[in-house]
């Protein structure tokens, strides 16, 4: 095979040709590191590369593959994770110069999982300051591999694009209020954010606790299914991991969709939504139902009160996860991180209790509404594509700060499991997306939904450079 053709192989294919012999997990660890030298100086998705690290996990894959002793489907396949994630040995800087020289003596456990999967870890991959909503003032922001004037998300920003650009063939991601969907919106990938507890949390550095969901960022929905069974499951280290077994989340991706119960708010996805949104969503319901789902209309919860009241609910949890250094250290922090410390230390205690009391009977209202449907189609966020000089007027424009998070955080507050998955291209030839929301611990529906998607489209199988 063509060097040019092997970056952007499928995970699992990539898995496969090396359990097979047929490629060294060697040889395929050499030909990433050489595009990330090549490519990433430009684009930015690195934040460190573990070159030695992965040539030396590689060479114990091939070893064991050798030998016929097979871990799974990611044995000897090159990922790599936001640098969130702690990893032995390792600087974790979670995109903050307040970090930079820290280097856990331990993994997270996400990272030893995948490490005890085989897969190859090539490095950390670059984030906004302690995954809030800007990368710090100090730090490069990776560029969109699509368009270098487009926004690449945040907060798993190194994320989105090296996984859309061919760098790794999966990584990790983070999302407190949409930092794995607005990454993979914006970059063409797909994304799973699984229900919150589904993944520990063990050795990630926090946002805000009952926030935060670790999920896979990949090229594929089926991709996402074998990373998110290598990362999932119970954890004694982690005791708000959820105990229920892991299933093997590509079982049923040949199943279909005949049957599946699709729910849509036509005037929640199209109020205040941007035109090639709106018609991309319409496509994908248009492609669901020829797919045998049945289409329902609903009504969904009300999400103005939940988008209104993540601000301080991440507020009051980021204070307590930064209290080591902040305010002590605040001229370390860049703005839009210190504000939201500034905001959640400001709150009352019966403000914030106000807030939780809000946010369970919402989650009880969208989990009443899961009885009556199977899956929720929605957009990823409304408008497409923006601009990064757009981006930059975040903070003065309420309407586009709403626009951004409708679709997003109202599954964080109700720790719903949702997958993103690319459904058109605007007229400037950037990706578009849309969500599949699940009820909890049901992503093996939303992987076999978004596989089955994936047959019938070639939206995911565009790339953005050769």
Known sequence: MASDELHYLDLLEVGRRIQARELSPVEVTQAQLARIEALDGALKSYATVTAELALRQARAAEDEIMRGDVRGPLHGVPIALKDLCWTQGVPTAAGMTIHRDFVPDEDATVTARLRAAGAV??????LTEGAYADHHPDITPPRNPWNADHWSGASSSGSGVATAAGLCYGSLGSDT?????????????????????????????????????IGPMT??????????????GADPRDPTARQEPVPNYLAGIGRGLRGVRVGIDAAWNTTGTDTATIEAVEAAAA??????AELRAVTFPDVTQMIADWFPACGVETAVAHEATYPARR????????????????LSGLDYQKIILRRADFTGRVAALFETIDLLLIP??????????????????????????RYTCPFDMSGSP?????????????????????????????VRAGAAFQRETDWHLRRPMP
């Open 287 to 292: 492609v669901i139902e020829g797919l045998g």
């Open 418 to 446: 949702t997958i993103t998955l690319p459904g058109g291209y605007t007229r400037d030839g950037m990706p578009i997306a849309f969500q599949l929301v699940g009820r909890h611990m049901d992503e093996a529906l939303l």
């Open 219 to 232: 090229r594929s929905a089926v991709d996402a299914g074998a990373m998110l069974g290598a990362i999932a």
């Open 380 to 405: 990823a966020q409304a408008f497409a594509s923006p601009t990064v000089a757009t981006m930059a007027t975040l903070g003065e424009d309420a309407s586009l700060l709403a626009g951004l998070l």
């Open 121 to 126: 870890c090539l490095g950390k991959l670059q």
């Open 177 to 213: 209020g949409g930092s794995i969907r607005f990454p993979s919106a914006a970059n063409g990938i797909t994304g799973l954010k699984p229900t919150w507890g589904r993944v520990s949390r063990y050795g990630v550095f926090e946002l805000a606790a009952t926030l935060d969901h």
């Open 331 to 346: 001229a370390e922090y860049g703005p839009a991180l210190s504000g939201l410390i500034d905001t959640g230390r400001a």
